[in-house]
């Protein structure tokens, strides 16, 4: 179906697949769509099928699902359908059912391939957002959020990967040619030699691999993603909404242009996001660029509905009705009953030990137990040599001392360390960060001594970044999470799970801010729905002192 459209040549525009084109190929791509009418319900595509081509989303909502039932996100305007396919057969890997009425556009593999050959910018666009398609399938993120949706992913260039082979293959290359000159009364231990060369070499190979693997960076509808993993010494993920992204570039060096790689710099207000050596740097860009044209798309079909709603409820009941509910909405109204106050025994073990927990609202986490630990330490060890030397005193296994003096030393030692427990406990148990549903605080709070308290409200977090640095910080999985506000920065030292920590506080802050974004289309459909109000109230009275009908309401019949 040939198109001409100015509405659907921008829908193209906007579409990811044909970011990398000129305006003046637009034209030319249209001619090569078909559209594709879906009523709700309807099957697009089975999973099995042979694929013959993509779709287009332009209006509407479809669902994915596979033959497990497992379901995808939902596929709305300028989603492409149809590029993940199975590596044995060239067939669909899932079924895709239109959840509303909508409509697609097709391109078939023909015209596919036509236009890569004619375009080589839209066969590396294609080629950018079907390997992200594989690499979506293979790598678990059990941290994305439930409505949030990978749209690129990428790593580092596959020549840093043949850089990061070549070091233990020398090495392994290296020791079987010293070998040869081993003699032959020692070849059993040459052998024994080449093996355990053999063993550590593979490791180290392995290791290699894994770390390039774990090292990538991904846009999702949401954020920013660069994820870092050195295994078993260090992890990173950092990120930042795509509402604070800025500009993209592609910074290329000399060695970068002659191998294939490039950095793309995605400037942010609280700095660069670097996608470091990355094939197809260009692409990628414009890919970006693309996806965050998409998060400030509105959907007007969606706003018109709620528009109209919005009328009907205002003609619909007086202007004096309001709801308990608008209420509290309004001024903040908490019906929260009061907490009852507990007793010091009581609050000391009220949550003994727990490092995150939720209440009221609000999730507190605190540092890692292992941290305790280290307080306690020394105090500890003091209590048990304590009580050991008490133990011999009574058993008369020491002489020669004073054993009155000495009960009494090492009693009040054994009391001086338990004492010195119960104020690192305190201490420890009084130093948490809190997420609350429109804040982050971090609170440090000395016992008998001054309290600190940081705040920062959800809407001014700028990024989000955690680390794990160091084998015991790997191996009992905790570390330090990073959140940035203006020029400054909270730090949730030592916390556990700091991937989980960062999670929920991006949740929150999605949250939050759809919450906000709600409150403020609801206070504008309200505005505008008053004023249509009072427009026909005027109206009527007007009319009605001239004594004529109202076009607003025209007569029965």
Not at 411 to 418: A, E, G, K, N, P
Not at 527 to 555: G, H, M, Y
């Given at each position: 179906?040939?198109?001409?459209?100015?509405?659907?040549?921008?829908?193209?525009?906007?579409?990811?697949?044909?970011?990398?084109?000129?305006?003046?190929?637009?034209?030319?791509?249209?001619?090569?769509?078909?559209?594709?009418?879906?009523?709700?319900?309807?099957?697009?595509?089975?999973?099995?099928?042979?694929?013959?081509?993509?779709?287009?989303?332009?209006?509407?909502?479809?669902?994915?699902?596979?033959?497990?039932?497992?379901?995808?996100?939902?596929?709305?305007?300028?989603?492409?359908?149809?590029?993940?396919?199975?590596?044995?057969?060239?067939?669909?890997?899932?079924?895709?059912?239109?959840?509303?009425?909508?409509?697609?556009?097709?391109?078939?593999?023909?015209?596919?391939?036509?236009?890569?050959?004619?375009?080589?910018?839209?066969?590396?666009?294609?080629?950018?957002?079907?390997?992200?398609?594989?690499?979506?399938?293979?790598?678990?993120?059990?941290?994305?959020?439930?409505?949030?949706?990978?749209?690129?992913?990428?790593?580092?260039?596959?020549?840093?990967?043949?850089?990061?082979?070549?070091?233990?293959?020398?090495?392994?290359?290296?020791?079987?040619?010293?070998?040869?000159?081993?003699?032959?009364?020692?070849?059993?231990?040459?052998?024994?030699?080449?093996?355990?060369?053999?063993?550590?070499?593979?490791?180290?190979?392995?290791?290699?691999?894994?770390?390039?693997?774990?090292?990538?960076?991904?846009?999702?509808?949401?954020?920013?993603?660069?994820?870092?993993?050195?295994?078993?010494?260090?992890?990173?993920?950092?990120?930042?909404?795509?509402?604070?992204?800025?500009?993209?570039?592609?910074?290329?060096?000399?060695?970068?242009?002659?191998?294939?790689?490039?950095?793309?710099?995605?400037?942010?207000?609280?700095?660069?996001?670097?996608?470091e050596r990355v094939a197809?740097?260009?692409?990628?860009?414009?890919?970006?660029?693309?996806?965050?044209?998409?998060?400030?798309?509105?959907?007007?079909?969606?706003?018109?509905?709620?528009?109209?709603?919005?009328?009907?409820?205002?003609?619909?009941?007086?202007?004096?009705?309001?709801?308990?509910?608008?209420?509290?909405?309004?001024?903040?109204?908490?019906?929260?009953?009061?907490?009852?106050?507990?007793?010091?025994?009581?609050?000391?073990?009220?949550?003994?030990?727990?490092?995150?927990?939720?209440?009221?609202?609000?999730?507190?986490?605190?540092?890692?137990?292992?941290?305790?630990?280290?307080?306690?330490?020394?105090?500890?060890?003091?209590?048990?040599?304590?009580?050991?030397?008490?133990?011999?005193?009574v058993t008369r296994n020491?002489?020669?001392?004073?054993?009155?003096?000495?009960?009494?030393?090492?009693?009040?030692?054994?009391?001086?360390?338990?004492?010195?427990?119960?104020?690192?406990?305190?201490?420890?148990?009084?130093?948490?960060?809190?997420?609350?549903?429109?804040?982050?605080?971090?609170?440090?709070?000395?016992?008998?001594?001054?309290?600190?308290?940081?705040?920062?409200p959800l809407e001014n977090?700028?990024?989000?970044?955690?680390?794990?640095?160091?084998?015991?910080?790997?191996?009992?999985?905790?570390?330090?999470?990073?959140?940035?506000?203006?020029?400054?920065?909270?730090?949730?030292?030592?916390?556990?799970?700091?991937?989980?920590?960062?999670?929920?506080?991006?949740?929150?802050?999605?949250?939050?801010?759809?919450?906000?974004?709600?409150?403020?289309?609801?206070?504008?459909?309200?505005?505008?729905?008053?004023?249509?109000?009072?427009?026909?109230?005027?109206?009527?009275?007007?009319?009605?002192?001239?004594?004529?009908?109202?076009?607003?309401?025209?007569?029965?019949?």
């Amino acid at each position: 179906m040939n198109s001409s459209n100015d509405s659907f040549t921008k829908f193209l525009r906007e579409s990811a697949l044909f970011s990398a084109l000129p305006d003046e190929d637009l034209p030319a791509i249209a001619d090569a769509l078909v559209m594709v009418e879906l009523p709700k319900g309807e099957i697009l595509f089975e999973e099995g099928e042979e694929v013959d081509g993509l779709f287009l989303v332009e209006t509407g909502k479809l669902i994915g699902f596979d033959q497990e039932g497992q379901i995808s996100h939902p596929y709305q305007r300028g989603d492409i359908l149809g590029l993940a396919t199975s590596n044995s057969a060239n067939q669909r890997l899932e079924t895709i059912q239109a959840q509303t009425n909508s409509r697609v556009w097709f391109i078939s593999g023909a015209n596919i391939h036509q236009i890569g050959s004619d375009r080589p910018a839209f066969a590396e666009s294609l080629t950018v957002l079907a390997n992200s398609q594989v690499m979506i399938r293979r790598l678990p993120m059990p941290w994305l959020e439930p409505d949030e949706k990978v749209s690129l992913i990428t790593r580092k260039h596959p020549v840093f990967l043949f850089f990061a082979l070549m070091p233990p293959l020398l090495v392994f290359a290296a020791i079987l040619l010293g070998l040869n000159f081993v003699q032959a009364d020692y070849a059993m231990v040459a052998l024994v030699g080449m093996v355990v060369a053999f063993l550590i070499c593979a490791i180290w190979l392995l290791w290699n691999i894994n770390n390039w693997a774990n090292d990538y960076y991904l846009i999702t509808s949401k954020r920013m993603v660069w994820v870092e993993r050195v295994s078993g010494f260090y992890e990173s993920r950092q990120e930042a909404p795509l509402t604070t992204l800025i500009s993209v570039g592609v910074k290329t060096t000399q060695m970068g242009a002659l191998i294939g790689y490039s950095d793309v710099m995605v400037r942010t207000f609280i700095g660069d996001i670097r996608f470091e050596r990355v094939a197809h740097a260009k692409t990628i860009g414009k890919l970006i660029e693309s996806f965050w044209a998409k998060s400030k798309h509105v959907d007007l079909e969606l706003d018109a509905k709620e528009i109209r709603k919005a009328l009907r409820e205002k003609f619909g009941k007086s202007a004096e009705e309001v709801t308990t509910r608008e209420l509290e909405e309004e001024y903040g109204i908490d019906n929260e009953m009061p907490q009852a106050e507990i007793g010091f025994i009581e609050w000391l073990l009220s949550d003994f030990l727990k490092v995150r927990y939720e209440m009221g609202g609000a999730i507190t986490y605190r540092k890692h137990w292992i941290i305790l630990l280290k307080k306690v330490f020394l105090s500890f060890l003091g209590m048990v040599l304590s009580t050991v030397f008490i133990i011999a005193l009574v058993t008369r296994n020491i002489a020669g001392l004073n054993y009155s003096m000495a009960i009494t030393l090492a009693s009040f030692l054994m009391l001086v360390c338990f004492l010195i427990m119960i104020y690192q406990y305190v201490d420890w148990r009084n130093d948490i960060f809190q997420l609350t549903p429109n804040q982050v605080i971090d609170l440090d709070r000395k016992p008998f001594g001054r309290e600190s308290r940081r705040a920062a409200p959800l809407e001014n977090i700028l990024s989000i970044e955690y680390e794990r640095r160091g084998i015991i910080p790997m191996m009992f999985n905790f570390g330090t999470v990073y959140i940035t506000v203006g020029n400054t920065q909270l730090t949730f030292n030592n916390v556990h799970q700091p991937s989980k920590v960062q999670q929920d506080i991006f949740s929150r802050i999605g949250t939050h801010s759809q919450e906000q974004e709600d409150r403020q289309i609801r206070q504008e459909r309200d505005r505008i729905a008053q004023w249509f109000k009072v427009f026909q109230e005027e109206s009527q009275d007007l009319l009605a002192s001239k004594d004529v009908t109202s076009p607003l309401n025209p007569p029965p019949g």
